[in-house]
């Protein structure tokens, strides 16, 4: 009797092998997955939506036709679907955002829906779909347009230099203040040398420079997520 038992758990353990691989390799013959999204950024400077294109990557096994759906979603929320699809040969779609209620910065891209389909290769007998999620996530960033103004005035020996900095927000539908990490430069034969760096308050910054000569300032800046970088006009003094 215990070799009979023993006989039997043999017998069943080998059809194990033999029949799981094979269903496996049947259930996963066809397959369909998102590898790479990302988008084209934007800069803002009015309230106005905007258009912008994204893209989409994948790689696919055992597929005759497909559609990908990918939510974008911006600061505030859901923001629009791209739409990518084999019957365009489409790898791109073309979005609308809407800044002043969707909000500035790092927009995302994704979780997408996968609808693909193998229908059976000549004989039409051995159809195969794949209907899923996929997490795979991409980024672009809509940025306010900043603006950088520099002003200068002697007295004596001594330059004041003054920064005004602004970004349009189209939330507030305009130009607000705006209080960056600013530098203040000298030009240096064909290069700038940075004299100081300031943080403005209510988007105004001042440093002092005492000179013996004239000389070639500007300010500067640079991007963040939801804002563009800003580089005054030089001024002299």
Known sequence: MKFLKRAL????????????PAASAEAARSSFDVTKLWGDSVIVSDWNCKYTNVYMKHKKSRIDDWDVDTD?????????TAWFSDYSGSKKDRI???????????YTLGPSEIRAYYHGGSEYDDYDEVERADGTKGYFYVRGKSYASLSSKLSGKTVTLTSKTKVYNPEKYGKVNYNPKVKFQVKSGSKWKTLKTVTPKKGKATYKVKTKAKKTYRVTFGQVSWATGATSKSVKR
Do not use: N, Y
Not at 9 to 20: E, F, K, M, Q, T
Not at 72 to 80: F, K, L
Not at 96 to 106: A, F
């Open 9 to 20: 758990v043999s017998v069943v353990a080998a059809l194990a092998l033999v029949v799981g």
């Open 72 to 80: 974008v979603r911006g600061r505030h929320g859901w923001t629009d």
């Open 96 to 106: 609308m955002i809407c800044p002043s209620s969707d909000g500035l910065g790092k």
